[in-house]
């Protein structure tokens, strides 16, 4: 089943009935007032070509519009370039602040490449103008509002303004974005313009970029109808919904057909450890096979030093990435941007949109693709691929407060706040190019940021606990730093270490300001670091009462539930390897013994440097993987699985509860193997470190496939998801057991 307003192609169709037309209870007054909501349309064709000529006629019509009516105070510019919306933006703001022609007005830009930080503080600042639903009558004397948008605001955007002005756009785009014009019908008649290209109206055929033909054939029956309308042409659902095209295919936006979709295609995909050398793109499928919706995506860290990328992985690892502080950008566009290659066009905001006809480029300036403290490698821009996550210093520009910008200069560093949204361990980092983040914050801190990290004075516990109380005494101190700053005064086992860069300090705390999560940190190393130890047997007690509550309420048989209770029972036993334990007791033996067999532990280094040396120190084989070992583990105890009611499912759950395994396991070199005993329950388990699985004998990728065949390309993976979030859930509220 589709589910579109503007759907695509023959089928049944839900719609209105002709009881719905009529007059009767309040309900059908709400939505008669919506459907009889007149907005009537003039058409225009810009002056002069190119974008520059675009931009100038809908600041023409912006301006026309609210000289004609005072009534507008909110009003929308919809086009279908991100740059030629950045341009229209620029343009707006500075007529508005040299009052040309009269236009006084406030302005705002709102794109699909914005960090979802500032998205949220956009829709916060202008929410109350523009949200559907609002109190017309409080922003009567308050300057009108120009929202210039893209294509984002077409779907799940409920915005309701006054005027519209809109690029000429294929009828299914354009019926979207009228969506957003008096979208509850208050204001019973509106204006709506819309602004063709010279060159494009000059076409007998338009082919664009964007929309190829279907923009001409729209525009070619507007002009048609309104000169049957008399110039008077009405695009309201009632005005529209009689002079609609009966094929609407040629006049909407061209969806490619998406190949066929074999068998052997998903046997590709749901190799995901590792992926095969040769496996078909997925966006092909989902947008065809002339769209191209490869992104990455881009973080701002003002502490990293230009002059010594070696130290950026380390300084990452201080405060590791979280999804809010992250922009989205097309991989095509990230290249040639990173690359410092010229940008005439930075292309459309729709999902999975042909990038412009323009050659790709290489070199620039080194960027970090982040993958973990230990993975994380400094790499060129031709050498990024989908899904990368890329950090760069804040002074390399490239995105203001309204997102996307590739000419803005400095750019906010917004770590702190972004650890405060995902709930992240509390982390301040003392370092001068973070300062000007932090307000008025900044001239406590500043005497930290100048001691010398190499001879840490006596004193600088004392000095650290003083400027935190200063700092939460404060009533001017920023909304994201106080929670930050109550957190670690009251840690009484926070860290201070001196700055990766060679410059500064950075306080960390052992709690959470809440439960973590959306962070990209590596799985391997810090899913074993704590905020406190767990106890391994404490944690496998969790995860299991996780995963039966999960599963129960996932609608899973009882048989299923009990596996997947079995497989997170059984999951981390591996961890009771002694080297692993010495690991998390930072590659000290001894101190390991005395802590007892942890699962998590608050003493695992976070940068990538501790962690090799720590696992060095402890002997822990490089890329050594506990799940392997508690295959082994569970496989010496068959009076243990006599309980499973599927044997290769829990085995295989245990296997890939980290991503590996599917279908083969990883190689890990293990010259020294050790011997490795656990108890669970009554059963004692015993097995050695070397474990063999990386053999192409060892049965890992028969069961895998046994498995996907079982339970289907989705099945196996929603299971196997059962137990990575019981795990994760575990591991952010130990202790809790999943009880309500």
Same mark, same amino acid.
């Given at each position: 089943m589709a589910t579109a307003a503007t759907p695509h192609g023959e089928g049944r169709r839900f719609t209105l009935s002709p009881e719905d037309d009529t007059e009767g209870g309040p309900s059908q007054a709400v939505l008669l007032q919506r459907l009889r909501a007149r907005k009537l349309a003039r058409l225009v064709v810009a002056e002069k070509a190119k974008d520059?000529?675009?931009?100038?006629?809908?600041?023409?019509?912006?301006?026309? %519009?609210?000289?004609?009516?005072?009534? $507008?105070? &909110?009003?929308?510019? +919809?086009?279908?370039? /991100?740059?030629? @919306?950045?341009? =229209?933006?620029?343009?707006?703001?500075?007529?508005?602040?040299?009052?040309?022609?009269?236009?006084?007005?406030?302005?705002?830009?709102?794109?699909?490449?914005?960090?979802?930080?500032?998205?949220?503080?956009?829709?916060?600042?202008?929410?109350?103008?523009?949200?559907?639903?609002?109190?017309?009558?409080?922003?009567?004397?308050?300057?009108?509002?120009?929202? %210039?948008?893209?294509?984002?605001?077409? $779907?799940? &955007?409920?915005?309701? +303004?006054?005027?519209? /002005?809109?690029? @000429?756009?294929? =009828?299914?785009?354009?019926?979207?974005?009228?969506?957003?014009?008096?979208?509850?019908?208050?204001?019973?008649?509106?204006?709506?313009?819309?602004?063709?290209?010279?060159?494009?109206?000059?076409?007998?055929?338009?082919?664009?970029?964007?929309?190829?033909?279907?923009?001409?054939?729209?525009?070619?029956?507007?002009?048609?109808?309104?000169?049957?309308?008399?110039?008077?042409?009405?695009?309201?659902?009632?005005?529209?919904?009689?002079?609609?095209?009966?094929?609407?295919?040629?006049?909407?936006?061209?969806?490619?057909?998406?190949?066929?979709?074999?068998?052997?295609?998903?046997?590709?995909?749901?190799?995901t450890g590792p992926e095969p050398a040769v496996s078909p793109e997925p966006s092909v499928f989902l947008h065809g096979p002339q769209r191209d919706a490869a992104e990455v995506r881009v973080v701002w860290r003002s502490d990293l030093d230009p002059a010594r990328p070696e130290t950026w992985a380390d300084t990452v690892a201080m405060e590791s990435p979280v999804a809010g502080e992250t922009l989205p950008l097309p991989l095509w566009l990230a290249r040639r941007w990173l690359a410092e290659a010229r940008l005439d066009d930075d292309g459309s905001d729709l999902a999975g949109a042909a990038p412009p006809r323009i050659d790709d480029a290489a070199g620039g300036l080194p960027i970090l693709r982040w993958r973990g403290p230990e993975d994380s490698e400094v790499a060129s821009s031709d050498s990024i691929r989908p899904g990368d996550l890329l950090v760069l210093p804040c002074s390399r520009g490239g995105c203001d407060e309204e997102g996307w910008n590739p000419d803005a200069g400095e750019v906010p560093d917004l770590a702190e706040r972004a650890a405060l949204a995902a709930r992240h361990r509390p982390v301040l980092r003392l370092h001068p190019a973070v300062l000007p983040n932090l307000g008025a914050a900044a001239e406590v801190l500043a005497p930290l940021t100048r001691l010398n990290p190499d001879v840490?004075?006596?004193?600088?516990?004392?000095?650290?606990?003083?400027?935190?109380?200063?700092?939460?005494?404060?009533?001017?101190?920023?909304?994201?730093?106080?929670?930050?700053?109550?957190?670690?005064?009251?840690?009484?086992?926070?860290?201070?270490?001196?700055?990766?860069?060679?410059?500064?300090?950075?306080?960390?705390?052992?709690?959470?300001?809440?439960?973590?999560?959306?962070?990209?940190?590596?799985?391997?190393?810090?899913?074993?670091?704590?905020?406190?130890?767990?106890?391994?047997?404490?944690?496998?007690?969790?995860?299991?009462?996780?995963?039966?509550r999960i599963g129960d309420h996932a609608g899973l048989n009882a048989e299923l539930v009990s596996d997947l209770a079995l497989a997170a029972r059984l999951h981390d036993v591996g961890k009771a390897d002694p080297r692993f334990q010495a690991w998390l007791a930072g590659g000290n033996p001894v101190r390991a013994v005395r802590r007892g067999l942890l699962a998590k532990s608050e003493r695992l280094p976070r940068s990538g440097a501790s962690l090799a040396r720590a696992r060095a120190r402890a002997g822990y084989p490089k890329g050594g993987r506990h799940e392997l070992l508690s295959v082994r583990l569970a496989e010496s105890a068959p009076e243990l699985l006599a309980a499973a009611h599927d044997r290769d499912l829990v085995l295989h759950l245990v296997a890939s509860h980290h991503g590996h395994c599917r279908p083969f396991a990883p190689v890990v070199d293990d010259p020294r193997p050790r011997s490795v005993a656990q108890k669970v329950g009554e059963h004692c388990l015993h097995a050695g470190s070397d474990t063999g699985l990386e053999r192409l004998d060892s049965g890992i990728a028969e069961r895998f496939w046994t498995l996907v065949r079982r339970y289907g390309w989705w099945g196996l993976p929603f299971l196997e998801a059962c137990l990575r979030l019981a795990d994760h859930r575990a591991s952010e509220r130990p202790g809790h057991g999943g009880a309500e």
């Open positions: 520059a000529g675009l931009v100038d006629a809908c600041l023409e019509q912006v301006r026309a %519009v609210l000289a004609e009516d005072p009534t $507008v105070r &909110a009003m929308m510019v +919809v086009l279908n370039r /991100v740059a030629v @919306a950045r341009e =229209l933006r620029e343009k707006l703001g500075k007529a508005t602040r040299s009052r040309k022609d009269g236009l006084d007005a406030d302005c705002v830009l709102l794109t699909g490449r914005v960090r979802s930080l500032e998205r949220d503080d956009l829709l916060t600042r202008w929410r109350g103008r523009i949200a559907a639903g609002r109190d017309r009558a409080t922003a009567a004397n308050v300057r009108p509002l120009v929202v %210039v948008a893209t294509q984002c605001v077409e $779907v799940g &955007a409920d915005l309701d +303004v006054d005027a519209l /002005v809109t690029e @000429a756009c294929p =009828l299914d785009s354009l019926r979207q974005r009228l969506g957003r014009l008096d979208r509850l019908g208050h204001r019973g008649t509106s204006q709506v313009v819309i602004v063709i290209r010279k060159e494009q109206a000059a076409q007998s055929s338009t082919d664009d970029p964007v929309y190829g033909e279907a923009l001409g054939r729209t525009w070619a029956w507007l002009v048609e109808e309104d000169a049957a309308a008399s110039g008077r042409l009405d695009l309201g659902i009632d005005g529209l919904d009689p002079i609609l095209p009966d094929d609407l295919t040629p006049f909407s936006a061209p969806v490619a057909d998406a190949p066929l979709l074999f068998p052997a295609y998903c046997d590709l995909w749901v190799q840490l004075p006596e004193t600088l516990e004392d000095d650290v606990a003083e400027a935190l109380a200063a700092l939460a005494a404060r009533e001017d101190l920023l909304e994201h730093l106080r929670p930050l700053v109550t957190s670690l005064l009251r840690d009484r086992q926070r860290r201070v270490v001196p700055h990766p860069s060679g410059i500064g300090l950075v306080v960390s705390g052992r709690g959470r300001l809440a439960a973590e999560g959306s962070d990209f940190s590596g799985e391997d190393s810090t899913s074993s670091l704590g905020d406190e130890p767990v106890l391994l047997v404490d944690h496998l007690n969790d995860v299991e009462r996780w995963a039966r």
